[in-house]
């Protein structure tokens, strides 16, 4: 290239330059010269229900200066709040003059099906499902569109003119449930023992085909003796998670998470809240416990906790935790083998799905990690090597 084709191309990389930088600038300065929104940030919370409390107790005191909430989520449950606080329960009516307090209630409830249904997308998580039942939410009105809410939205229609004339008396009318509450509370819990029995009865038929004549359990595929609790456990993850029994499963584990969490009264709940069918009593987590002790845990968990008791019955019957890939049970000796490949996954500083609880439990039942060096050494015993 010549002197003059080079000089014409720098002149043109500089033309080009310039054109850049005269449509950026005021681009640039607009965005900086804009006037930035004040916000007063609240301290970070762990949870949805740490920021809630924040700002009740932050929006009860008059004194403190006022809160900016961004969220929402947030400012209607706030909004709910006060609403619950005026009227004692969370029943917002359909054609309340607060329309977006009506239509976030509403759709709470067309989420929390959605939740219980497993189905994809959902923006309803458990620590806001644990917040609104703090609050006393509601997630069943079917049958409660009565009393409480009919003179709830005359109050509120009229624009506010007309108060509760004693507070006690609608305290104490939120505190008892009403007959629709009690019908529907009796309704739901039929329906779930009918569940449970179904539930109940399959696993006792798998179990009984696992019984052999000398009384105890064995498993078809690795012809392991296994006690009565771990034979149990394999039932119940045989039955598929897609069917309606499986998908009634997942919703009852889903359930009993609530329950846990639900233990933490920081704010009183309503007798709604307490009839609604979002958490289970501990009848039910009883029985369900007869049924599987590892009923709680996911499809995952229960399936490795079955396998490690395959395992340890595997080395009662031959005295090591070697068994190899021509075990007549392939799904256990893959298993062991994806135990030692998470592993040395470990041992490299990577991440598996190996924690130390699970780790420890395999080490205390002489888990082989090295196969190759454990046949080595058994060969040395046999030999004489030394």
């Known amino acids: 290239m010549s002197n003059h084709g080079f000089f014409f191309l720098c002149l043109s990389l500089l033309w080009y330059c310039i054109q850049i930088l005269i449509i950026v600038s005021p681009v640039q300065s607009f965005v900086v010269g804009r006037p930035r929104r004040k916000w007063i940030l609240l301290s970070s919370p762990s949870s949805f229900s740490d920021t809630i409390q924040s700002i009740i107790i932050s929006k009860s005191d008059d004194s403190s200066p006022p809160t900016i909430i961004t969220d929402p989520f947030l400012e209607r449950v706030l909004e709910l709040h006060k609403y ?147 034979a149990k456990t394999i039932a119940l993850s045989q039955i598929p998670s897609k069917s309606d029994s499986g998908k009634w499963l997942t919703i009852q584990r889903k359930k009993y998470l609530l329950s846990c969490h639900s233990r933490d009264d920081s704010l009183s709940v309503s007798a709604s809240s307490l009839s609604s069918p979002s958490v289970l009593s501990q009848e039910q987590v009883d029985a369900l416990t007869k049924v599987d002790p590892h009923w709680y845990m996911s499809i995952r968990d229960r399936t490795w906790h079955s396998q490690y008791y395959l395992l340890c019955s595997y080395k009662n019957t031959y005295g090591d935790t070697l068994c190899k890939m021509s075990f007549r049970s392939k799904s256990l000796a893959h298993w062991c083998s994806n135990q030692r490949k998470n592993y040395n996954l470990k041992m490299a500083g990577r991440k598996t799905s190996l924690t130390d609880e699970r780790q420890q439990m395999l080490e205390d039942i002489g888990m082989v990690w090295n196969r190759w060096e454990f046949e080595f050494q058994q060969k040395e015993c046999r030999t004489g090597w030394t």
């Open 84 to 230: 619950r606080q005026q009227t004692g329960n969370c029943l917002v009516p359909k054609r309340y003059h607060n329309r977006r307090l009506a239509n976030f209630v509403s759709k709470q409830r067309q989420l929390y099906k959605k939740y219980l249904a497993n189905e994809k997308p959902c923006s309803l998580t458990p620590d806001r499902i644990e917040m609104l039942d703090r609050l006393g939410f509601v997630w069943d009105a079917t049958g409660l569109s009565s009393s409480s809410s009919t003179s709830t939205s005359t109050s509120s229609v009229s624009g506010g003119n007309s108060t509760t004339s004693n507070p006690s008396s609608a305290s104490v009318t939120s505190s008892q449930p009403s007959i629709q509450q009690q019908q529907q509370q009796q309704q739901n819990e039929e329906i779930w023992w009918n569940e449970y029995e179904t539930i109940q009865r399959r696993v006792t038929e798998i179990t009984f085909q696992m019984k052999q004549e000398t009384g105890e359990y064995m498993d078809r595929e690795s012809q392991l003796v296994l006690p009565l609790h771990v």
